[in-house]
């Protein structure tokens, strides 16, 4: 098993989509989800330090991580990770990670937060898990928000599809997948043309849904996060190398996804090196402005 050939010489990948292998995410934010989520995955939660991910991440061929920050509080009664966290460990690695913050889009001083998070910490964009928040990010209720984040000129990091977050318990802990549809952002993006989208993971069970939204939607893109290769849907990696491969990024969730092993199952995808180089780190370099 082998890297993909446009990393054999030097790690150039980047990571849309990296959580913290630490207490801070798995323990604190996660709680019981995230016990069902690591089930799900079949991995056992052993926290690890930035050091060896960065170890990890460099014999992946990967460069870089965009390190996302998680405020589901009032949906989950979970703390956060916090945003000072998020820029504190980005500071710590400023040549590997990308900070985005979060907010929880049912606290008060969410807006207020946003722009915190921006002018005060320096971070690049925002994350969110409207499945774990709890929310409908085309209720107008939110418009404050978005006009917020499109002014302050960050990209935003959404979930899309199911979630494996309370995944086999009774109720999936109360979590709702409906928030989880992309249809739901179709509204946000053609409301909010300049604020950029990225919909997280092949959104399963509305993977054309999420093809649809990226194809019409010149602000909305999507990544290949949360899924192993060989698991994803044949017309969303049909589209990665025609249609989308503009638009679709590489990423792994991880610590849930092992990144080597994400790695060589895309080499095996046998993409041509043109549409690699774009999935792996042209498009993610365009997106976040590096
Ligand atoms: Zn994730």
């Known amino acids: 098993m082998s890297l993909p050939d446009v990393l054999a010489d030097e790690p150039r990948a980047i990571d849309t989509h990296a959580h913290q292998p630490t207490e801070e995410f798995l323990f604190t934010a996660g709680g019981e989800m995230m016990q069902d989520a690591a089930e799900r995955f079949g991995k056992e939660m052993v926290p690890n330090d930035y050091e060896q991910m960065r170890e990890e991440y460099e014999r992946a061929g990967i460069a870089k991580a965009v390190l996302l920050g998680w405020d589901a509080e009032t949906n989950t009664g979970n703390p956060p990770v916090p945003n000072d966290y998020v820029a504190e460990v980005r500071d710590e690695h400023d040549d590997f990670f990308v ?76 979590l709702k997948i409906k928030y989880g549809n992309p249809m739901l952002l179709d509204d946000v993006a053609a409301d909010h043309p300049d604020l950029q989208m990225l919909i997280a993971h092949p959104a399963f069970p509305w993977e054309k849904e999420q093809l649809a939204i990226c194809q019409q939607k010149g602000n909305v893109y999507m990544d290949l996060s949360g899924w192993m290769p060989k698991y994803i849907d044949d017309q969303v990696l049909h589209y990665a190398k025609t249609v989308l491969k503009d638009k679709v990024m590489f990423g792994t969730d991880y610590p849930m996804l092992d990144p080597q092993k994400w790695m060589e199952q895309f080499a095996n995808l046998e993409y041509s090196e043109e549409v690699q180089r774009k999935l792996l780190w042209e498009n993610a370099e365009e997106f976040l402005g590096l």
């Open 99 to 174: 900070g985005f913050g979060s907010v929880d889009p049912l606290k008060d001083d969410c807006v207020e937060e946003a722009i915190r998070c921006v002018e005060d910490l320096d971070l690049s964009g925002f994350k969110f898990q409207q499945i774990a928040q709890g929310f409908d990010p085309s209720d107008p209720e939110h418009e404050d928000l978005w006009n917020t984040i499109e002014d302050l000129g960050v990209p935003c990091v959404f979930h899309g599809g199911n979630s494996t977050l309370g995944a086999c318990a009774p109720g999936g802990r109360g």
